[in-house]
């Protein structure tokens, strides 16, 4: 199954490289897609769990998904995965 969903907190390649090395490792994933300029994540699974496995660390990344909470403390998780992304990318 692929699916597309809009996260918060994605600002640039940094945050998009954390996120793209971070959901690549998941081994039920298959294809992952970022796209900074329009928020989005789009991810190749098997299962309905593999997607709220995806949900999880996106949030645990500090880019939770649209609609979510988006507390301080995940805005604080999204910058340092961003800046992580800059000096690993």
């Known amino acids: ?12 390649g940094g945050c ?7 959901l ?4 039920t994933i298959s294809e992952v897609e970022v796209d ?15 997607m709220q496995l995806v949900k999880a660390e996106l949030l645990s990344l500090g880019y939770p998904v649209e609609g979510d909470s988006n507390s301080f ?3 604080a998780k999204s910058f340092v995965s961003c800046a992580s ?4 990318n």
Do not use: F, P, W
């Not at 199954?1 to 640039?12: A, E, F, G, P």
């Not at 699974?45 to 593999?50: A, L, Q, V």
């Not at 992304?85 to 690993?88: P, Q, S, V, W």
């Open 16 to 22: 998009a490289h954390s996120i793209t090395t971070k």
């Open 73 to 75: 403390m995940t805005k």
């Open 36 to 50: 900074a300029e329009t928020s989005s994540v789009t991810v190749e699974y098997r299962s309905k769990e593999d």
């Open 85 to 88: 992304g800059k000096l690993t």
């Open 24 to 27: 690549k490792a998941l081994k």
């Open 1 to 12: 199954m692929k699916t597309t969903v809009i996260i918060q907190n994605l600002k640039c």
